[in-house]
């Protein structure tokens, strides 16, 4: 399929920092964890800065660790469904029930997105939500930020039904990992691989908030959380209990394990030492928030400082492959901690009693 071709200044002038108000929508598996919650609470929490017009429900599954687990000896749980169908309307009711818990309408703002993967190279996934999207885009009259949570089928599949909506949106996608990794391996990026290789090769302006060494650093504790946020409002108090309820050193231990397995494969070269087996005396147990990263760079980009590179290829085993004479995308090198959450805090604190 052909895509429309962006110039070098024009992309450049979309992949500016957002500044000021800007129109956006937001496409998450709301129910996968409970950063999502987060995340789309952060945004409709912020209209001085967003104007959330729509969100869209993606579908999630543990079938991608599934597949990075088979042949590993360790026993990790996946806290997930295994049902893709099943998540993608687990996503849906957690966004009305959001919206709810904030008093804003869900009315003609939210859309189930796809139920399954793409099948076939270039064939989309027909979806209220892929529909809304081209839509909205093709009405605008200015950037639409589209903010993606979780995998890219929807906004992937929209691309595919309407390849101009390249010129009127912007993607701010929680995805992969950063380009120096050895892998790409992640959850986001991983699950619709064929939806993913599209988004980095169609040229759609994209902004990248890599995950390990980046949107990690989104961490809480239980004792901020109690500090912060709990007791403060309805939704500080709903997502408090959830993150509380998942800090114990069972659950620290499995998601370390989970991370060796996954995203931190060829990380080290500790196989080839005999280093001694020495596990950890106690836990101190946090809780990564990853999906606020994307919110973050909205409300302010100077939070997450990044810069424009070269797309890499995502290979077919989840890999980048590096080619200077790529178009630009923006990739995100660090988020300030600190001030996304503080600014989150405040703002959820504020949300209906």
Partial sequence: MEFPVITEEERRRLLAPPSGKV?????????????DQFA?????????????????????????FDRQLKSKKERVTVPMTSD?????????KEIIKIFNMLDRSPDGRVFRGSAEYM????????????????????????????????EITNIASA???????????????????PMYWPHTLEFNIGQDVLASQLIFDCGVPLVLMPC????????TTAAELKERLMG??????????????????????????LFRLTYLQEA?????????????????????????????????????PSLLVPAPRLTDDVRWEHDPRRHKIRVCNFVYRDGIFGDMFEKLGKAPK
């Fill in 23 to 35: 129109e956006m929508v937001l496409d998450t598996d709301t129910y996968n964890e409970v950063d």
């Fill in 40 to 64: 789309l609470a952060y945004a409709l929490m912020s209209p001085e800065k967003l104007d959330l017009k729509a969100v869209y429900a993606a579908p999630f599954s543990s079938e991608f």
């Fill in 84 to 92: 893709l169908k099943e998540g993608l309307e687990l996503s849906y």
């Fill in 119 to 150: 099948k076939e190279k270039g064939v989309p996934v027909e979806s209220d939500a892929a529909r809304d999207l081209v839509k909205r885009a093709m009405e605008s009259e200015d950037i639409l930020y589209v903010v993606a949570i979780g």
């Fill in 159 to 177: 691309i595919l039904m309407e390849p101009e909506i390249i010129r009127k949106i912007v993607v701010v996608w929680l995805s992969g990992q």
């Fill in 212 to 219: 390990m060494t980046v949107a990690s650093h989104l961490t």
């Fill in 232 to 257: 403060r409002s309805r939704i500080g108090t709903y997502l408090s209990d959830i993150v509380i309820s998942q800090l114990s050193p069972q659950a620290a231990d499995n998601m370390l394990s």
């Fill in 268 to 304: 080290d070269d500790y196989p080839d030492y005999p280093l001694d087996d020495t596990g950890f005396q106690a836990m101190a147990p946090s809780r990564i928030i990853w999906d606020i990263s994307t919110i973050g760079y909205m409300v302010n980009p100077r939070w997450c």
